[in-house]
């Protein structure tokens, strides 16, 4: 059984770019959601994608988009990147979107904004 | 709105016990905890589901009372490799999860 694995593993980038962060699910899984956690936070919800379409979000603004592939791997793309944006993001896969299901997550990519 | 965790940090001698508390203002479907070392990825740990149903960790034993909407994980005869930072995440439908602020446990020999 492959576990979930994100790309890159750090990255620097500089305020009003884009990035663009990928992560392959575990396999057999459906489901993907991205979080973002702070320094010494929690995780936070960005938002999950189930069979390519997006299904449900957080509370974070539109320049945060992402897409899901017939393989289930998924991306996060952030544009207009703010210092803000600096933090560990976290792929996590699951089979199907139910609360039964456990969600298992990536090693994340660490993004940091200059 | 986040769920509440406490205590925020605890110090343990290997082998005594300790229990970690997560509180929700909303009613709950599931909770999900995860154990996270510094550096590395969130592990699953458990789920506990409304109903009383629970899936996860052998050694870990954890409970959801769903009166108060509260969940409390046993860290029991705690070893060194339980170290890390405990997250609560609670779904109130599907599984996006809402996680709370994570308690931080060190066992020491």
């Known amino acids: 059984e492959t576990g979930v694995t994100q790309s890159p593993t750090h990255l620097i980038k500089t305020r009003g770019q884009q990035v663009t962060l990928r992560c392959s699910s575990q396999?057999?899984?459906?489901?993907v959601s991205w979080y973002q956690q702070a320094l010494g936070q929690g995780p936070q919800f960005i938002f999950q994608?189930?069979?390519?379409?997006?299904?449900g979000r957080g509370n974070f603004p539109p320049r945060f988009s992402g897409l899901q592939f017939p393989n289930y791997s998924s991306e996060l793309n952030v544009n207009a990147l703010e210092l803000d944006d600096s933090a560990l993001y976290l792929c996590?896969?699951?089979?199907?979107?139910?609360?039964?299901?456990?969600?298992?997550f990536g090693p994340g990519t660490r993004l940091t904004v200059l | 709105q986040q769920p509440v965790q406490s205590p925020q940090a605890v110090i343990l001698r290997e082998g005594e016990d300790a229990v970690i508390n997560c509180s929700s203002s909303?009613?709950?479907?599931?909770v999900h905890w995860y154990r996270q070392k510094h550096g590395e990825a969130p592990v699953f740990l458990m789920i506990?589901?409304?109903?009383?149903e629970q899936k996860g960790h052998e050694k870990i034993s954890a409970s959801f009372n769903e009166k108060k909407q509260q969940s409390s994980l046993y860290l029991t005869a705690s070893q060194l490799s339980y170290s890390g930072t405990y997250f609560c995440?609670?779904?109130?439908?599907?599984?996006?999860?809402?996680f709370g602020g994570g308690t931080r446990v060190l066992v020491k020999p």
């Open positions: 995440g609670t779904a109130i439908a599907g599984n996006k999860l809402t």
């Open positions: 396999s057999g899984h459906n489901t």
């Open positions: 994608y189930y069979r390519e379409e997006e299904n």
């Open positions: 909303k009613a709950l479907y599931s």
């Open positions: 506990l589901l409304k109903g009383g």
């Open positions: 996590a896969s699951s089979l199907y979107t139910t609360g039964r299901n456990e969600q298992f």
